[in-house]
């Protein structure tokens, strides 16, 4: 049984820093990409960043220059480093996995992650 768990959110300051992680767990055969999303209150979860594994990273701009996606295949994580937190950067973030699973071609499915709140007061 394949999970994710992140780790890392928490309340910080306009313009601090945090880092959060994801772990995968279980049977992984492959790991395809690798997404951190958030949803704020009252909004659509969002794709703010995806790690390939062809090491090819992707960003949101409004969180461009900011963020930093990363990932440590041999501990199936993936990271995500925030510098210069804003308030519009408040909400749950998720990190999101394409994984193989299986042998068979049809043992693939992207996974969620419980979600870690990030808060940024004004």
């Known amino acids: 049984q394949v999970q994710l768990v992140e780790s890392g959110g928490g309340l910080v300051r306009p313009g601090g820093f945090l880092r959060l992680s994801c772990v995968v767990s279980?049977?992984?055969?492959?790991?395809?990409?690798m997404d951190w999303y958030r949803q704020a209150p009252g909004k659509e979860r969002e794709l703010i960043a995806r790690a390939t594994s062809g090491g090819i990273s992707t960003y949101l701009d409004s969180v461009k220059g900011r963020f930093t996606i990363s990932r440590d295949n041999a501990k199936n994580t993936v990271y995500l480093d925030m510098n210069d937190l804003k308030p519009e950067d408040t909400a749950v973030y998720y990190c999101?996995?394409?994984?193989?699973?299986?042998?068979?071609?049809?043992?693939?499915?992207?996974?969620w992650g419980q979600g870690t709140q990030v808060t940024v007061p004004s």
């Open positions: 279980g049977t992984v055969i492959r790991l395809n990409d």
């Open positions: 999101n996995a394409d994984i193989q699973w299986g042998w068979d071609l049809g043992n693939r499915k992207h996974y």
